[in-house]
T-cell receptor
Framework: DAKTTQPTSMDCAEGRAANLPCNHS???????VYWYRQIHSQGPQYIIH???NNETNEMASLIITEDRKSSTLILPHATLRDTAVYYC???????????????FGTGTKLQVIP | EAGVTQFPSHSVIEKGQTVTLRCDPI?????LYWYRRVMGKEIKFLLH????????ESGMPNNRFLAERTGGTYSTLKVQPAELEDSGVYFC??????????FGSGTRLTVV
């Protein structure tokens, strides 16, 4: 799996958009960008994933640059419950036959401030 | 659908004892994974099952750890004998097609 680089920590005011960047300059053509988060001591939670087009779901939006070397996870209206460690992971999709393990880095610790 | 279930949620055992962790994946998910987080460290992969077969066990730390998935349904992870450095949170995940992993809430293991 390609390596990712994320800032160690970020703060965001409650109600504002949280923009979490991720660099994945060695991503290969069949690898997707996945985002997970871990709230306190709970299990990691899937947020969103994408290949090259921007994606949006009920939790977040994912913006992937045209060259696919970086992406940004956007939480449009951050709440205190969004305080967590956010992981950007590059991995093959299950559809393309990739059921390999994912490699968690250190992630970005997002603190949402009242 | 029901999520990934792990039990126990917490376990405190003495050094040298045996502990067995259990994971029930989402029904129909052939792929099951074990991960763990040791205090202050990153989440690390342990092993991957496809149905009842071990696809990748490169992350298993040593032979004190034994994982099984008889029948391709639930999985167990046994630590025998437990050592102090085995303390941490053990996560199980399963995966279906066209989606990300679904993780369980984890088992917090404390070896004293």
């Amino acid at each position: 799996d390609a390596k990712t680089t994320q800032p160690t920590s970020m703060d965001c005011a409650e109600g504002r958009a949280a923009n979490l960047p991720c660099n994945h300059s060695t991503i290969s053509g069949n690898e997707y960008v996945y985002w997970y988060r871990q709230i306190h001591s709970q299990g990691p939670q899937y947020i969103i994933h994408g290949l090259k087009n921007n994606e949006t779901n009920e939790m977040a939006s994912l913006i992937i640059t045209e060259d696919r070397k970086s992406s940004t996870l956007i939480l449009p209206h951050a709440t205190l419950r969004d305080t967590a460690v956010y992981y950007c992971i590059v991995s093959q999709s299950a559809v393309s036959g990739g059921y390999q393990k994912v490699t968690f880095g250190t992630g970005t610790k997002l603190q949402v401030i009242p | 659908e029901a999520g990934v279930t792990q039990f126990p949620s917490h376990s405190v055992i003495e050094k040298g004892q045996t502990v067995t962790l259990r994971c029930d994946p989402i029904s129909g998910h052939d792929n099951l994974y074990w991960y763990r987080r040791v205090m202050g460290k990153e989440i690390k992969f342990l092993l991957h099952f496809v149905k009842e077969s071990k696809q990748d066990e490169s992350g298993m730390p040593n032979n004190r750890f034994l994982a099984e998935r008889t029948g391709g349904t639930y999985s167990t992870l046994k630590v025998q004998p437990a050592e102090l450095e085995d303390s941490g949170v053990y996560f199980c995940a399963s995966r279906g097609a066209n989606y990300g992993y679904t993780f369980g809430s984890g088992t917090r293991l404390t070896v004293v």
